[in-house]
């Protein structure tokens, strides 16, 4: 039961009988005891003439997914099943991040009929939001008292990272399809595969020349090569503690979603295989053998219920589930954060054995706030604050230079930078034939 | 965020209306299968259940602590009443006060005797209920009364037995009479010709006394001597009205706790048994005269008082309409929010705080050399004097002074700090500026060699 705004502004209006008929306090009093009970009569009898919000069944029509930044229309259908009609305001509360906004909806229902209330969604977290209850406030006929009730009405939707990096895609495929047949620079590199045998046109590579296909065919032949194809692709993702820290308002974790996003999207065009793993200290979220159209949606339905964990990355368990994953040689993409030495420990003690089986490339956000607080010598505090960051860039260099010369590959760049750039070292790679 | 309750479905609903008296299952099938239900379909009639209980199963389950509640109510106010009956001391010698102090006893049985017994707490219900043949009897306590009002008192009744008299009431009702101290007399007996003190014959010993000048008054008696000239009662009779006044100093003597002890009874009941009618009077606040201006709530309308109250529930009721939730609140696990650069940042405040200059210069030095080198393409482990001396030619300054700014200087203020600063950015600039110019083509070539290389991108920083 609650009361209504005209209820108060109603029962306030009591001040004038009061001083009208109340000359002294004995009448006043009874003139203001008539009126509470007045109030009271009223007030009851209009909440017993409001139609039971018990008796709506609720029905709920919802898209299971959406992506980060988009809207989507949640429709709940209210039947009411009594035998007044209905009139009220009904709020569905979703938790706050699923963007339902104030989430008042006026409605007047006849008996026995149903109406929509639709509500626009625009979830502001990734993940997965909840809706567990519907609130149905009625009215009674002079809008005195409400009745109210909760009802039970499930539901969710799943928010998938919005995967922005998906504007870089087109040119990547581009450069990706340069690749093909570009006979001049791939001559004979190490992995690359032979396509096939053409004719000498001015402008190729004399060492690509097949002389015995030439002294077959009394013509000049080259041979063709094609980028090298079904090699394996690792993506493992570090979500631990550092994943947590924010970067330009934004997770490391979901920086590193972007760039993995973008990186499986380039290699299934590739023709290579997309494995995908979220690790801590457990495993947190896993994709394997996906190909196709199927493998942007799987990685990033399971991308969307994974939060960094404030607990340590284990890399000691690394190795097992790369092996629990491929036994073959592979491109291991490590996304991680590269920090002071003291923190990068876990990461070098494990690099030898990575480097030893498979390619890797490490990739990590650099904050572009460091960047800019190195170059900013203002004043007393800000020289400190240049220092410092000067400090923290060196770090990260010396680390990068300790993931070098372990034999593995690093990429460092803003949040907006890093999938571009990885994709672009994974270009690189396969153009040299090192997948 | 629009949140758009749509009607627009208006054959949908129609049909549900139509459709409502086969049952709501009907409906349901109208729309389709909703994810959430579970019941696709039109068999089943759809059911909703509601989170929020009735008023019925609320109260069922909060039964216990109703009936705890109730239980501490009733023992609270048991305990109140049994507690203040035992305790309460009361108004000393009120006719309506059964504890020790109080004169209920007396009044009682004087009320048994049949003697009408008015309790009176002003002067006003005094005059009106005494008559021609009443007893009053006056414990001013608190001295309400004045002199015209204790005079006027004298002359209202027949008799008039004062408890307690003060200076105001002695010299208004007996001048003559003054105040005999505490006697210290171990028994006192009557010794005078008063039927009430005779058959007294005795009473409490120890109380207060009044004094009769000696040889003095015929019309003045003193009873209960306790000395040669203190009486613990004194009766005045006015020579013209022949009123009689009666002076008890020991209100003890009255009280119920000690009326029964000594000659205590029969003195009182003699003194206020006389007449069939007693006026039992203890002034109250309703007899000390009015003065001042009016107060306020004499002068507000009788109305104010209900309107403040109309108000007050008013302001309660609004409280409750704010104040309601729309249903439960809902509760959502937040992420943590750590700002990567926090490390940073702590690392510039422990470097201001400890005045770390030359700690803060060198990380400054050794970027700014990592960059030069870069810049002027001697590679990244060239010696630090190969890029001092690099910079130096290409910039056109003296070796000694570039040596000094990226090596040497040692900052012993925060000015100097900042003038050195200022100094690694300018020899950066310069450096840029000569590289750019192409004053030096091989440190130029090196470079834009070293670029076609490894393109480092903008915020790369592998050096």
């Known amino acids: ?435 | 965020m629009s949140v758009t309750p749509t009607t627009d479905a208006a054959a949908r609903d129609s049909r549900a209306g139509n459709g409502a008296a086969d049952g709501t299952g009907g409906t349901v099938g109208t729309v389709g299968t909703v994810g959430t239900a579970g019941s696709s379909g039109g068999g089943a009639p759809f059911v909703t259940t509601v989170a929020t209980p009735t008023l019925r199963a609320f109260l069922r389950r909060s039964s216990f602590w109703v009936i705890a509640a109730g239980c501490v109510m009733v023992i609270a106010i048991v305990t109140a009443l049994v507690s203040g009956a035992s305790n309460a001391a009361g108004r000393a010698l009120a006719g309506d006060n059964p504890a020790p102090a109080g004169s209920m006893a007396l009044v009682e049985v004087l009320r048994q005797q049949g003697v009408t017994v008015t309790l009176a707490g002003s002067l006003a219900e005094v005059r009106s209920a005494v008559g021609a043949n009443s007893t009053v009897l006056l414990y001013d306590e608190n001295s309400y009364l004045d002199g015209d009002q204790l005079a006027e008192l004298a002359d209202l009744a027949a008799r008039t037995v004062v408890v307690a008299p003060d200076f105001l009431a002695l010299q208004a009702l007996a001048p003559t009479v003054g105040f005999g101290g505490v006697s210290d007399a171990s028994s006192i007996s009557a010794g005078c010709s008063l039927p009430a003190a005779d058959r007294a014959e005795e009473l409490l010993p120890g109380g207060d006394t009044l004094s009769i000048p000696l040889g003095g008054d015929p019309l003045v008696t003193g009873c209960f001597a306790t000395s040669t000239d203190t009486f613990s009662l004194v009766q005045v009779e006015n020579a013209t009205t022949g009123r009689l006044v009666s002076l008890v100093p020991d209100a003890r003597v009255f009280n119920n706790e000690n009326v029964t002890g000594y000659g205590n009874a029969a003195l009182t009941l003699g003194l206020l048994g006389d007449s069939d009618s007693l006026v039992w009077y203890l002034p109250t606040l309703a007899d000390l005269p009015r003065t001042g201006p009016p107060s306020l709530a004499e002068l507000t309308p009788g109305w104010v008082t209900p309107v403040a109250v109309l108000l007050l529930l008013v302001a309660v009721a609004a409280a409750f309409w704010r104040g309601r939730r729309f249903g439960p609140l809902v509760a959502e696990n937040l992420p943590v929010t750590v700002k990567a650069s926090e490390t940073m940042e702590g690392r510039a405040r422990l470097y201001a705080r400890s005045n770390a200059r030359l700690r803060a210069l060198d990380a400054l030095r050794i970027g700014a050399v990592q960059r030069l080198a870069r810049a002027v393409g001697v590679g990244r482990l060239a010696q630090l004097e190969e890029v001092i001396g690099s910079v130096a030619q290409i910039t056109g300054s003296a070796p000694n002074e570039v040596r000094r700014v990226l090596v040497d200087a040692i900052p012993h203020s925060d000015a100097q700090l900042m003038a050195l600063s200022d100094a690694l950015q300018a020899l950066e600039q310069a450096t840029g500026r000569a590289v750019m110019a192409g004053i030096v083509p091989a440190a130029a070539a090196a470079a834009s060699a070293s670029r076609e290389f490894s393109p480092p991108p903008a915020e790369r920083m592998d050096p």
């Open chain 1, 1 to 435: 039961m609650t009361f209504s705004g005209r209820f108060v502004l109603f029962a306030a209006l009591g001040v004038v009988p009061i001083v009208v008929f109340g000359p002294n306090a004995l009448a006043a009093t009874g003139v203001l005891l008539i009126w509470l009970v007045f109030v009271l009569v009223l007030g009851g009898l209009d909440l017993a003439l409001a139609a039971s919000p018990r008796a709506v069944t609720v029905e709920r029509m919802l898209p299971a997914r959406v992506r980060l930044g988009e809207s989507i229309t949640s429709e709940l259908y209210l039947t009411n099943t009594g035998r007044r009609r209905l009139v009220g305001v009904v709020r569905d509360a979703w938790q706050p991040s699923a963007g339902a906004g104030r989430n008042r909806s006026r409605v007047a229902i006849p008996p026995g009929e149903r109406r929509l209330v639709s509500l626009t969604l625009t979830p502001f977290r990734r993940g997965e939001r909840r809706v567990e209850q519907v609130t149905v406030r009625t009215r009674g006929p002079l809008g005195l008292w409400n009745r109210q009730a909760t009802l039970n009405a499930p539901g969710r939707i799943r928010v998938l990272p919005p995967f922005h990096a998906r504007r870089h895609l087109p040119s990547r495929i581009a450069r990706l399809k340069e690749l093909d047949g570009r006979t001049s620079v791939m001559v004979r590199g190490p992995g690359t595969e032979f396509d096939s045998l053409r004719e000498y046109v001015r402008g190729d590579d004399v060492r690509s020349i097949d002389w015995r296909a030439t002294a077959r065919r009394n013509d000049v032949m080259v041979r063709t090569w094609r980028p090298e194809r079904d090699r394996r692709v690792v993506i493992l993702l570090d979500t631990g503690r550092t994943s947590a820290a924010r970067v330009n308002n934004e997770p490391r974790l979901d920086t590193a979603f972007e760039a993995a996003l973008l990186l499986a999207a380039l290699t299934s065009v590739a023709g290579d295989r997309v494995d995908f793993l979220a690790f801590d200290r457990r495993v947190r979220g896993r994709l394997q053998g996906a190909s196709g159209a199927g493998l942007l949606s799987q990685m990033v339905d399971s991308m969307a219920m994974i939060d960094p964990e404030l607990i340590e990355m284990d890399w000691a368990a690394v190795p097992g589930q790369l092996r629990s994953i491929t036994s073959q040689h592979a491109l291991v993409v490590v996304l991680t954060s590269i920090d002071a030495a003291g923190a990068s420990t876990g990461l070098l003690s494990v690099l030898p054995q990575l480097t030893k089986r498979h390619t890797v490339v490490v990739a990590s956000v650099l904050d572009p706030a460091t960047v800019l607080a190195a170059a900013t010598r203002g004043g007393r505090d800000e020289i400190y604050r240049a220092a410092a960051a000067e400090r923290a860039l060196l770090d990260v260099a010396r680390v990068s230079a300790a993931i070098r010369q372990l034999g593995a590959d690093v990429v460092t760049a803003s949040p907006a930078q890093l999938p571009p750039a990885l994709a672009d070292r994974y270009i690189a790679l396969k153009a040299a034939g090192r997948l």
